[in-house]
Nanobody, 124 residues
């Protein structure tokens, strides 16, 4: 069982930065690929970023790849999403998720465990 807890969300203005964190607990943390997804009001959950178990490979949603960065600390059992130059369209609940795979996963169905989410609201 892997438990995930997101933090770092909040209300920010356009152009600012925000760093989301995801604390993970459970066995074999270093074996799990991790990802961030988001869900805006009235929309389906959307892939944002993923990272392999070693932290050496990432995949970022094309529309945010020049602004968002995913990284992990396998010693501290932490996953992060650095969000720079945020825009109102980044407003959503952000979820971290764990996939039983060492490789990057981009499909929500490949993820077994999910956090409760953290709200990010960007005002213009």
């Amino acid at each position: 069982q892997v438990h995930l807890a997101e933090s770092g969300g909040g209300s920010v203005q356009t152009g600012n930065s925000l760093k989301l964190s995801c604390a993970a607990s459970g066995p074999l943390w270093n074996s799990w690929a991790m990802g961030w997804f988001r869900q805006a009001p009235g929309k389906e959950r959307e892939f944002v970023a993923a990272i392999n178990s070693a932290g050496s490979h990432t995949h970022i949603l094309k529309s945010v790849e020049d602004r968002f960065f995913i990284f992990r600390d396998n010693v501290k059992n932490m996953l992060y999403l650095q969000m720079n130059y945020v825009r109102p369209e980044d407003t959503a609940v952000y979820y971290c998720a764990a996939a039983w795979s060492s490789a990057v996963q981009v499909e929500a169905n490949d993820y077994l465990y999910w956090g409760q989410g953290t709200q990010v609201t960007v005002s213009s």
